[in-house]
């Protein structure tokens, strides 16, 4: 007589989209026949982490991310998966020109460059964005690219300086970063940022000739690039960013749609993480163990295995008493915090904008405001008809200190920005402000290294994974893949074999 199978426990520990799409992947497998039961804990009394979009007046305001890289599957894969295929959209990219601050006014970046490096030739000649030394500096790249460095990271200001000279670093590299990641191009890593440049580097030597190489046979318009795409010279005909037409919400719903209410907790923090009494050998084998996982109210769950899908700051926290050193490993990934200054205006103000997708502001030009997005014309459907929504992005490592301002001084101080630098004096229809504490994770030189050694502590401590944005990318998509691939290796511990049980069935 067969013995009847063990249901396995996986507790998935913070509901971001990355414990979302942990828990959906688990969710999937159990009704595939996957003897397992996955339990959700988050300790907001709502899920979707900085994931958040809100209807205001008309318009839809997203408080964090507001689309993600078309080039990175995940998301759109995932969107299509959930049957939100018919609400994903592009960006309006036939109107993408992204403006840089340069000694007070706005100057567009040159069309074809391709993240950094160029790719046409005029529009470089005649940007007023790099001095003649910076200009001469990025036409001989091609020529006589700087040997690699025998390093095994640096920093992306370095490495930029090395092939296109400092003007380039602090017109255009550093406020890119500023924009995307809250980030600082002198401490971020070139090798985790931006990887496709540094193989290029060790593959070709000169970036241009590799761009422009890559450019021919990929046939793409190597149109002026906002840079978060990286300037991929392989996304073909995809737009540069995707969103949802109801909001980047829209997915997150979705997915927590698909769970079990019942196994969902929310405003539960975790407090703690331990053994389980009872020594090894919960599975059955001698080397696995069972976890306590211990939340505020003196509620507490045991599992078979855990996922942490948290800032690796808390996920730091909750692991130091099952392995110090991976702690102290967690604990060294720095993360920025950010704030979204996001204002509706009406007609008069929209028609005043230049044309195109907003603006970076460099360190030198002394603002506050990293970035500005001008919503309205980015994607359809963010705001009535003939309105404006300009989306401010402040904070960063460059300003921490803005999270502790008032609302009152924060808006009185994005309006007088907004006044110098775009003539808008106009009263807001609607402002909302969101905060975003310790939430972008920094890859700082080295990061590759550090989840390299990560990894190799995870590998001694079976029943434990980590998903989230800390290790290996910090968009939507990245977040999904890793909350995925959570998910599957804890499938892969606690019911090694289901695939191959499911198919034996499958085919009796
Ligand atoms: C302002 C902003 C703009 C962004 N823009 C973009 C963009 O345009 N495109 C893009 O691709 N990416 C963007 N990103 C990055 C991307 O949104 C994030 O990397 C991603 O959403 C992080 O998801 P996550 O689930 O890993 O983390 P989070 O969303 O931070 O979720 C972690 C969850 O864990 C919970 N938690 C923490 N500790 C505990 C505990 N002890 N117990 C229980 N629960 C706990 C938290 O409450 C939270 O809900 C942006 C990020 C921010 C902040």
Redesign the pocket.
């Known amino acids: 007589m067969t013995e009847p199978v063990k249901t396995r426990r996986v507790v998935v ?8 799409s942990a828990a959906y992947t688990l969710a999937r497998a159990r009704q595939a026949g996957a003897p397992i039961e996955e339990v959700l ?4 009394p709502w ?5 958040r979009s809100e209807s205001v007046e008309g318009f839809l305001v997203e408080a ?6 078309a080039e990175k599957p995940e ?1 759109a894969a995932m969107a299509r998966e959930l049957g939100l295929g018919d609400d994903l959209m592009g960006s309006n990219d036939h109107a993408r020109r992204t403006y840089i601050l340069h000694h007070r006014r706005l100057v567009p970046l040159p069309d074809g460059l391709m993240f950094l490096v160029p790719t046409r030739i005029w529009p470089m000649v005649t940007t007023g964005l790099l001095p003649l030394s910076a200009k001469l500096k990025a036409a001989g790249e091609m020529f006589s690219s700087p040997p690699a460095t025998e390093k095994e990271d640096e920093s992306v200001a370095s490495f930029v300086k090395r092939h296109f000279g400092r003007a380039m670093v602090e017109n255009i590299a550093d406020p890119l970063l500023a924009g995307v990641y809250g980030g600082d191009a002198e401490a971020l890593s070139m090798r985790s940022v931006l990887p496709r440049f540094w193989e290029m580097e060790r593959k070709h030597g000169s970036l241009t000739r590799a761009t422009l190489e890559a450019v021919r046979h990929r046939g793409t318009d190597g149109k002026n690039s906002s840079g978060s795409a990286a300037g991929n010279p392989q996304s073909g005909k995809l737009p540069l960013f995707m969103t949802l037409k109801g909001g980047l919400q829209q997915m997150t719903q979705k997915l927590a749609a698909q769970l079990d209410k019942y196994r969902i907790f929310l405003g ?4 703690t993480l331990e053994f389980a009494p009872g020594g090894p050998g919960g599975l059955g084998d001698s080397c696995s163990r069972r976890f306590l996982i211990n ?1 505020e109210s003196y509620k507490a769950y045991d599992a078979d295995a855990v996922i942490l ?3 690796a700051r ?1 996920a730091s926290g ?1 692991i130091a008493p099952l392995d110090h050193r991976l702690s102290g490993l967690l604990e060294g990934i720095p993360y920025s915090s ?1 704030m ?1 200054v996001s204002l509706g205006f009406d007609e008069k103000v929209r028609a005043a904008l230049p044309p195109g997708f907003g603006f970076l502001v460099p360190r030198k030009e002394q603002r506050r405001m990293l970035a500005c997005t001008f919503v309205h014309a980015k994607f359809d459907h963010r705001a009535p008809q003939g309105k404006a929504l300009l989306r401010c ?1 402040l904070g960063g490592t460059r300003d921490p200190d803005i999270l502790s301002m008032f609302d009152e001084a924060v808006l009185e101080g994005v309006r007088r920005e907004l006044k110098a630098i775009l003539k808008i004096d106009a009263e807001p229809i609607f402002y909302r402000i ?1 905060e ?1 504490p310790d ?3 920094q890859y700082a030189v080295g990061h590759k290294t550090r989840v390299g050694a990560i990894e190799e502590r995870l590998h001694d401590l079976p029943g434990i994974y980590l ?3 800390a290790y290996s990318g ?6 999904i893949r890793t ?1 995925r691939a959570a998910a599957e290796k804890a499938l892969d511990q606690v019911a090694p074999g289901w695939r191959g049980t499911q198919k034996s069935e499958g085919s009796k």
Not at 41 to 44: A, L, P, R, V
Not at 64 to 69: Q, V, W
Not at 268 to 271: F, G, M, W
């Open positions: 520990v913070g509901g971001g989209v990355s414990g979302l804990i988050e300790s907001n899920l979707g982490g900085v994931v964090g991310p507001d689309s993600f890289l998301a539960r923090k975790v407090l939340c899908a948290l800032p808390h909750l950010s979204t992005f969101h975003w939430s972008m994770a998903a989230g944005n910090i968009g939507i998509s990245d977040c909350g």
